[in-house]
């Protein structure tokens, strides 16, 4: 079992920052890789990114890179999302998930995840 919470949403101005976390909780964190999702209304859900618990390798996905970082805290068992340069499309929900280590990055092999936490970028 892993427990997920998500922090640091809110509003922003394009072109701002913010830093999103996800405290991870329960047994054998390194069994699993963590990604980040988003899901803005009437929209697909997003893969952003993941992260390798075990060795901190990172996997962003292209739509965002050079824009989000993904970044873990193995001591506070917290992985972190950074965003910069956002834009009014970025608005929606971001989650973060857990999968067992190796399952890819497709959400349906996430079966943990957190509660979200919004974004809201204005132009």
């Known amino acids: 079992q892993v427990q997920l919470v998500e922090s640091g949403g809110g509003l922003v101005q394009a072109g701002g920052s913010l830093r999103l976390s996800c405290a991870a909780s329960g047994r054998n964190l390194r069994r699993y890789d963590l990604g980040w999702f988003r899901r803005a209304p009437g929209k697909e859900r997003e893969f952003l990114g993941g992260?390798?618990?075990?060795?901190?390798?990172?996997y962003p996905a292209d739509s965002v890179k050079g824009r989000f970082t993904i970044s873990r805290d193995n001591a506070k068992n917290t992985v972190y999302l950074q965003t910069s340069s956002l834009r009014p499309e970025d608005t929606a929900v971001y989650y973060c998930?857990?999968?067992?280590?190796?399952?890819?990055?497709?959400?349906?092999?996430?079966?943990?995840w957190g509660q979200g936490t919004q974004v809201t970028v204005s132009s």
């Open positions: 992260i390798g618990w075990s060795d901190g390798s990172t």
């Open positions: 998930a857990a999968a067992v280590a190796g399952s890819g990055w497709h959400y349906a092999a996430y079966g943990y």
